[in-house]
């Protein structure tokens, strides 16, 4: 029965990330801790979360933006190693409120902005713009360094610079594809998978490859308006389970 509703878990989250590029370790791990525990929960997630990257990547990479890869890549590689340093000694719940009510204001405000159809008042490409684009860069490397959370900061980031829903899709997805790279050899490393996460990971793969298919299939015939407004909505999700 836990494998049931973790696979069903696991079906939706990696659903919506079929479609929209992120979202789905955010949205599924709250509920996959009550089941499995987190010591088998994260990184089995992360692994699931690593396959359908890959396979975003590869069967979309054409539509990858390069450029923003590599500009993204780079200001979160400068905070990862931080967030390693002070896992210790950062408080985790206090944080993850915080990016949480951060991420609910985000979504909120993109979802007014999508319905009304109001134009971004917000010049990114400003000074001030591309600073504050930066910082939010860096410390989303901070954050997944310390608790694998960062994502919402870079989608945040991929909002402003990635508008159209292949890229904004398959760019993230090499983000996440490079960053659980780094996660999943230090796991190993530490001896993380054991026996119990090994045969549930094994278990999570039908439901992972179900998920995946009818992710991409509703990717390709979502419209953009409506693509817009689904990346606010798991955003505005994804903020709601931080408090779980």
Not at 146 to 166: D, M, R, W
Not at 178 to 189: E, Y
Request: aromatic content about 10%.
């Amino acid at each position: 029965m836990v494998i049931i509703a973790l696979g069903a878990i696991v079906l939706m989250a990696h659903f919506l990330e079929g479609v929209t590029g992120f979202g789905c370790t955010v949205i599924a791990l709250p509920f996959a801790i009550a089941l499995i525990g987190v010591k088998t929960a994260v990184p089995v997630l992360t692994i699931l979360s690593w396959i359908l990257a890959l396979y975003i990547v590869v069967t979309d990479r054409k539509a990858i933006v390069a450029s923003e890869y590599f500009r993204i890549l780079a200001r979160v590689m400068l905070g990862l190693p931080v967030g390693v340093l002070l896992f210790a000694s950062l408080p985790e719940e206090p944080l993850k409120v915080i990016l949480g009510v951060f991420m609910i204001v985000i979504a909120a405000g993109g979802l007014y902005k999508a319905y009304s159809r109001r134009a971004n008042s917000f010049d990114v490409d400003s000074k001030i713009g591309k600073r504050l684009m930066n910082t939010m860069l860096i410390l989303g490397g901070v954050i997944h360094g310390a608790f694998s959370s960062g994502g919402p900061f870079i989608v945040v980031y991929a909002t402003q610079k990635l508008t159209e829903k292949s890229a904004f899709r398959a760019t993230l997805s090499a983000i996440w594809l490079t960053l659980n790279s780094i996660i999943i050899a230090t796991n190993m490393l530490n001896r993380s998978y054991d026996a119990e996460a090994v045969q549930t990971l094994l278990f999570m793969i039908p439901f992972l490859l179900v998920g995946v298919l009818f992710g991409n299939i509703a990717h390709k015939k979502i419209k953009e308006s409506a693509f817009s407004k689904l990346v606010y909505s798991v955003l505005l999700v994804s903020g709601v389970f931080m408090f779980a």
